[in-house]
Each structure stands twice: as C-alpha cells, then as structure tokens.
C-alpha cells in the first residue's frame, strides 16, 4: 500500500518562511491538498522542530507531538490517533505527547466535507489512513537521513523506538530532526503490513489520565488568565423569546459585577467570577416577549404527536381541535407523513395474520447534559479573536466568531481544550454557545468567560426530539412477526441545516428512522412498511450520541423481545 | 478570611457565604475541584474537609474556617497516591470531569474502610455521576486501590 504525499516546492517554502529558519516544515497529506493555501503557522517551541506534516513533530528533544484534528471527549482519540502515527513512525512511545491542532482547513474531516469536527464516531476509522501517512512520511524522511549519516542507503536501516539503526550504529529520531527537515518528501510512502503492527490493535494505556486523576487536566471551564471576566447569561424562559425590556440596577449592586451587556440571545451579567455572575444574574429584572412559543408545552405536544401517528402516508391529517389552536399545535397538527420504506402490501399482511399486536413508545426530548456545563472563553484583540471552549466544531465556530468580530475567519484562533463529554451537544449548526460568548466578549469589551448554569444547560435546547412510535405487527401461525406497520412521530434535526440536502430524502431524514427503516427484524418481512411526520416546533432539536438509535433501538428491541416470541406487550 | 488549602493557609477576599468551590476555582485558582451542578447532586465539586467528603458547591466558606480543606491538587503531587495509581491501572477515566470528585470520595471511603465490599463502594460513591459510565472501572479500581494501600502506608 503506497500513498501519494509529495508536496508542491511552494508549500516547503512558504512554510518554511513561516516558520523562519527552515528547520521546520510542514505540508498537506493527501486528501487535504485542496487546503494548502490555508496551512497553519506551526510554532517552533523552542529547539528545532522537525515538522513532516501537519500531524506531527519532531523535536530535537526525541518528542513526538501529534496534533489532534479531532478533539478528545472522553472516547480516546487523545491515544487512538497517536498510535496510528506511532505505529508507522516507529516512535518511542514514551516520547508522544498531543495536542488539539488549531482550527485550520487542513484539519478537515476526510468524512465532513473537509469541516472541522469530531462526531458520528468517525474520528479513528476516518483517520485511519491519513495519521498512518503522516507517520510512514516521517519516517521514511527520517531513514533518509539516517542513511545519509551512516552512509548506507535506506534499506540498510531499520527503525525502532525512536530510533535509527543500521549494524551497530544507532541514532535517535531527535538528532535526526534537523537534517530531515531539509530533505524533500517521497512521492509516495509505503504503509506497514497489518501482522506487523505492534501498536495498532494492542491494549494501549490512555495517554490523558495523568492530567485527568491529578486535576491538571483543561477543559473549557478551567481557562483563566489575568484580566479574564466571567458571564452567565439570562436567556428567555421560551424558546424564541425575546428582551422587551430590563434593569440592571440590583444585578449591578452585586459586589464583584463589572457590566450588564444585552446580547441577541439575552442579558449578560459579566463579574469577577463566575459567582457573582450567577448572583447578579438571579437579580436580573427582565420584560420578555415571549414569542410564538409562549404556550408551549409537553402534555400538548405528546397528543399532537400521538394524533400523528394514527396517520400512514403522506396524507395530512385533518386537525380535530375546536378553536382557538394555538399556531404552534395547528403546524403539528398540519404535518404531512412520509414513505420510509415501503415492501409488499403491509395491509393484506395484517389482514393475513394470526393475530395483531400494537404498541406505541413515546419518549420524552432529551437533553444531552454533559458533565462539564456549556462554557466558551473569548478574547477578542487588535485584528485577531481567541476562543478557548470544549468544542466538536471548530470551522464552524471559526466561520461564527469571524463574522460577529468583523475578522477573517483566519484571524480567529481557536483553542481547544478537553471536553467534558460532548454526545453530540458541543456541534450544533449555530455553535450557539460559542457564538454567545463571542457576542459577549464583544459586547462587554472585555475578555469574558460565559459560563452556563446546569440548570441553563438542560434548559438550552438542542435536545434528542421527542419521538412517538406506533407500530401494528401481524404475527404469524407460529407466532413470528409477518407483517410490520411502524410508524414515527418526531421532529427533524437535519431539516433547515447544512446538511439538509445530504440526509432528507423525500421528506425522510435518515437520522429520524435508522435503526427501524434498516432493521434486521423488518427486512426479511414481505409486507412492512416504516411512515415518518416529522412535525415542526420551536423547539432546536440535535443529534444525540446516537443519534436516532437512542429511540429506534429501544423500539425494536422491545418489540423484538415481547413479540419475537409471540407474547403480548 | 484565611483557609486552609492542601496545608498552605491562604487568604481570600470573598464573603463569608460564597461557595467554597467558587472560591477555590476562581479566587484560588484551583480548577481541579469541577463544577457540575451547583445543588450537591452530582459529585463533581467534591473535596475533603478534616478528611471528610464535601460538597463544595453549597458549603459557605465560612463553614471551612479553621478546618483543612484538600482537594484533587492535593492528594499527590505526581499522581502517586494508590487510587490514583489504581485509576491509572485500570484506566478509569473517559472524558474525565467527573473524576476529581470520583476519587475524593474513592480516596474518604478507603479511609473509613480499608477493605470496601462492592455494596460499600456504590453506597460511598453514589453521589458522584459520571456521565460517561466509567462506574465498573471505577469500582474495580477502588478495590485495587485498596491493595495498593495495605502495601503502603496508609495515606
Ligand atoms: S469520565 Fe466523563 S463524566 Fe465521568
């Protein structure tokens, strides 16, 4: 297996002046050619730097720093992806240390459309084959080298624990770091046979424990720096709401409060620390306008869902409420159905069973409540913005930060730190926790941490959707599903965003449906068919680590295990 | 108001009822010590005062004066203390925010009781959520610890 990794004469030298000195270089892998323009500055920490790729450096101290394209929230990339440069590079494994990379296009997901972002458990099979390039490409430059050194030629050299041997003659990869800087890189590099790995595949002690059991460990709430201020945030008690009108007057009296800001999604409260942020806060007197949504609520919501589902197709139900409806339920009620699935005639199958059960599971909007709160800290300078958070979607906080501050997205620098569980919450299509805080730090002309409450948090939005299943399953004479009538009630959390056109296919978001419209249990059925409303709310819905098989699966699997058998519900 | 940090006495400037975990993460400097909930229901914010596990989060400074606060920071410098060891042994951590409080309450139970049964250490630690699931590991690292203490001095 061989891979293209030559990079253009251009890209040595422009990274080269970057960096000043031409120790240190830096190209694209492929796959991010297309980015190359946008390489990030990578900074020499002292000593020379042997930089092969964007993924990784070698320092003269013997040092593997790995840069994270992906960022670590619990699932281990901290180590998964260090052992795929490790594995081909044939590092001393002691010798690796990681970082978060910066946000830069380089840093694309192979899988995302070339975005930035850590999610749909891609990071270490889509990272397979590039952190493997990017270690054999160090390698290969290193033996090269080596044999110059030695003068032997490069298959006179093989290469262990961090180091270069040919005969009896050995030198470690960080005396080699300067002359291999100098060296072009092959046009292709040849990746390891998998019965060779030594790393890849073996039980591998994760790399972030020491910080994690000794409280060193950063996450986004743990940034502080001198003159850093503390935010919380009154948002509106409705989603949609908006600020009539308020007076700070009592939040200002709090001791330690500095300002009281109004931002798009409310007020707030800026102060030396974040207790006196919470405290001004809670004093906070605000007129909200409570918008479309003031009536919302989950009693309603669940029987207009539940009403949906008595409905198959793509006909829209006819609306039985006695006016006055509010236009929030109207629009439910409104919703027109969509085919899933559709396989033989799933009527005459019912009308041919044995026996039919039917059930209905309803599950509640769910929120994703990572341990760590909701937190971003922001700096905003002369022609540069600085965002410090726990994120899953670097490009797109980038793209949000540079707009709201006026700057080129390449002028906002994002640094990320570890985060306290992520499921899917810290990448949102609004980056609504990063964009607040770049909107406070702006407004309050100061750099500001915004902090979130536990109870702002659960409160926020961009729940797992509320879900009504209902299904009718035919059983045969020996009792074993024959036909199957499922039906789902919930909202969209692809339809309005980005990724709308890629996962709604007539009137169908994948997300909603996978784990029935693919089920095993329904595949080999003649007759089945699988109907999706997917009615909208104000309220934001998200994916959920997941995603829709947090309800699909306990669906299924219940019915698959009171049914599978023949016993009723 | 002067407190009692890991055997360092510090002087703060804070009114007497703000929480101690705000004091120590925002005046200190201390972050080891996680905010998670703010009402004592998740455990993260867990220290100990005179050896005993505490909610910090809605313990007033003031009921601190002139007793010994310790928190994550000041269990080991190097992460040697034998749950640490353990929870490095057994790999523990997963996204790792709830796990200072995890091991304060891991390090108070094995101080209490040196040979937990399983019922013990899900009674000591029932309080501390982890929202990644690392509970098994975690229980099978304070029974480790509980070795590694018997070979040791006990901390
Ligand atoms: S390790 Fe993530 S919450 Fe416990």
Redesign the interface.
Known sequence: MTTDAHPSRRDFLKTGALLGGGLVIAFVVPGARRFAGAQPAIRARGGAMFAPNAFLRVGSDDSVTVLLAHSEMGQGIWTALPMLIAEELDADWSKIKVEHAPAAPVYGSPVFAGMQITGGSSSTWSEFDRYRQAGATARTLLVQAAAERFGVTPAAIRTENGAAIAGNQSVRYGELADAAAKLRAPKTVPLKDPKDWTIIGKPTRRLDTAEKITGRAQFGIDVQFEGLLTAVVARSPVFGGKVKSFDASRAMAVPGVRKVVQVPTGIAVVADHFWAAKLGRDALEIDWDLGPNANLESTALREAFGRLADFTGAAAPETTETPPVPPWLRDIAATKGAAAVRAGNVARGLDNAAKTVEAEYAVPYLAHAPMEPLNCTVRIGRGKCEVWAGTQFQTLDQQLAAGITGLKPEQVEIHTTFLGGGFGRRANPTSDFVAEAVQVAKAAAAPVKTVWTREDDIRGGYYRSAFVHRARIGLGADGKPAAWQHTLVGQSIMAGTMMEAMMVKDGVDATSVEGVSDSPYLKDLPNHRVDLHSPQTGIPVLWWRSVGHTHTAFVMESRAASDGGGARP | MQLNINGTTRDVDA?PD??LL?VL???V???????????AQ?G?CTVHLDGAPLRSCVTPISATAGKAIT???G??A??SHPV?RA??EL??????????GQ?MSAVALLAAKSEPSDADIDAALSGN????GTYQRIRAAVHRAAELRQGQEVT
Do not use: H, N
């Open positions: 009114p703000m929480p705000w993460r925002d005046l400097g201390l972050t080891g010590t996680k905010f998670g909930c703010g009402i998740c993260a928190t994550i920071e269990l080991s190097d992460g640490q929870w490095t790999d523990v951590v997963q996204c790792g925010y709830c796990q200072s091991i959520i982890c929202r990644c």
